[in-house]
T-cell receptor, first 116, second 111 residues
């Protein structure tokens, strides 16, 4: 199956700093990528839809200026958490749409962010 | 009413049992249905996907979709301890559209 990677897998940062998370589709091109957030023992919550070459579409309640998404190429999308605070500590997961008509999503392994 | 409903469990079964996982949904526009398996602290892994109504089998896994009832199921035969994970159903209206996830069912298969 298609492979999606994320980097870093785990990051600890101090409150007030910014953190960038990369999501790459390794063996296919993805015009659409999604960013999710997952709290412990809860399901994934969609944060935004990222389309290559255009601005991301954010879900209601997600701060655009805090969670900056850039989808610069067909294989790379980045999520930058700006001025991170402890409440931003979470598991961030990206997914990329396959090229098949079914539109199945392939998930990255996730990035655990801890803000101290 | 939530768009996708799923019993969160936890569900505990003995090794070798047949497991039935289910989701119901309310949006009749959903066309694509997926099941993901997620181990603790890992990203979800795609297990099965089906389009529209019908059955699909892959090894020990069988996915069923009943669009008339807005009900999907995942069956796991001969369950193994390694199947212990959270199972998420997800569905969307089409390519490029975001998926709506169920809350996930935590499954424990006891040796």
């Amino acid at each position: 199956g298609a492979v999606v990677s994320q980097h870093p897998s785990w990051v600890i940062c101090k409150s007030g700093t910014s953190v960038k998370i990369e999501c790459r589709s390794l063996d296919f091109q993805a015009t659409t990528m999604f960013w999710y957030r997952q709290f412990p023992k809860q399901s994934l919550m969609l944060m935004a839809t990222s389309n290559e070459g255009s601005k991301a579409t954010y879900e209601q309640g997600v701060e655009k200026d805090k969670f900056l998404i850039n989808h610069a190429s067909l294989t790379l999308s980045t999520l930058t958490v700006t001025s991170a605070h402890p409440e931003d500590s979470s598991f961030y997961i990206c997914s990329a749409c396959g090229t098949g008509d079914s539109g199945e999503q392939y998930f990255g392994p996730g990035t655990r962010l801890t803000v101290t | 009413q939530k768009e996708v409903e799923q019993d969160p469990g936890p569900l505990s079964v003995p090794e070798g049992a047949i497991v039935s996982l289910n989701c119901t949904y309310s949006n009749s526009a959903f066309q694509y249905f997926m099941w993901y398996r997620q181990y603790s602290r890992k990203g979800p892994e795609l297990l099965m996907y089906t389009y529209s109504s019908g059955n699909k089998e892959d090894g020990r896994f069988t996915a069923q979709v009943d669009k008339s009832s807005k009900y999907i199921s995942l069956f796991i035969r001969d369950s193994q301890p390694s199947d212990s994970a959270t199972y998420l159903c997800a569905m969307s209206g089409g390519y490029g559209q975001n998926f709506v996830f169920g809350p996930g069912t935590r499954l424990s298969v006891l040796p």
